[in-house]
């Protein structure tokens, strides 16, 4: 925010700046591409959670688990990881308790895949 005297400067070194000036030009660019891709693949997908049916807190959820790797990705790629999982017909919408509940398990043989489809 203010400039940086060669005391702060010392403190706070280049690398480890973030206010907004630093981050917000590269950075906008790209969370708003990726804003766009979730909402069209909740769009695809239904705003819901396949299991409980709220409308908050929700994640993407792979039905046969691939494991955490897409996890450690940038947004942006994991955003693409998402839809080629969707794609591939292995992507569901569940809300982040739901999600947690379910951990890397596949998904219950009793949860109806029509869930999906009831809302639509
Ligand atoms: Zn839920």
Redesign the pocket.
Known sequence: MSNPTPYNAAVFPAGQDTTQASVAAPKSYISRYVERKRNELFAALGRR?V??G?ETNLTFDCVKPTGGRHHRLSSAARIGFYWKQARAGNLQV??H??NSRKGAKPMPAFVPSATVKAKA
């Open positions: 959670c299991f409980c709220v569940l809300c308790d739901c």
